[in-house]
């Protein structure tokens, strides 16, 4: 439409470029939330091999980075092995997924303030557990306990579906996901492998 009639617009050519960029956003919009569903409706099935769980996080928390370069990271370990049993294609979804969210939590946030997302890796014993901790708004208090389920979102144009395929993820490789609010503001995820 733009390409075919932007020419042959001479009256209102303003808003007629506000409504293709409106089309252009939604239909973007659409394809998004139709790869999250055939995402999580076709789930490969997992396979396993030693990966790294530290070399997973930086590789993703690198990739985030560049995409917001507004926001602070910071990656801290504490393990002398990270080495775990899983699925590497399964495991960088996980995080990407985790990282978005934690991303967009800033989007209606001031300017000025320092954002930040910070990912903690320590060994308890034989659990290696990651923690995904923002300084953003938090989760809303009356959805938490059901952020996890399909198609339940709080965000405008979020599908539902990114927890729901964190969760599905953690139970594959045995594991556990946990979402809550942390005491001194923001959100929190803990991942235990």
Not at 168 to 193: S, W
Request: one cysteine or more.
């Amino acid at each position: 439409l733009r390409r075919k009639y932007g020419k042959q617009i001479s009256e209102d050519k303003q808003a007629y470029e506000k409504y293709i960029d409106t089309i252009s956003r939604h239909v973007g919009d659409i394809g998004k939330m139709v790869e999250e569903f055939v995402a999580f409706a076709r789930m490969p099935t997992p396979e396993f091999h030693h990966a790294d769980l530290e070399n997973i996080i930086r590789k993703v928390v690198f990739s985030e980075q560049v995409a917001h370069p507004k926001i602070h990271y910071e990656v801290t370990c504490d393990s002398p092995s990270t080495r775990i049993w899983a699925d590497e294609q399964q495991l960088n979804r996980l995080f990407i997924n985790l990282l978005k969210n934690a991303s967009e939590a800033f989007e209606n946030e001031p300017e000025d303030k320092k954002s930040e997302i910070k990912v903690t890796l320590a060994a308890e014993g034989k659990e290696l557990i990651a923690v995904i901790r923002d300084n953003g708004p938090g989760f809303p208090a009356d959805h938490l306990h059901r952020l996890m389920e399909p198609y339940v979102t709080t965000r405008e144009k979020g599908t539902g579906l990114g927890l729901a395929i964190a969760q599905q993820i953690m139970e594959e490789h045995n594991g556990e996901i946990r979402l809550e609010n942390h005491p001194k503001g923001g959100a929190q995820v803990t991942l235990i492998f």
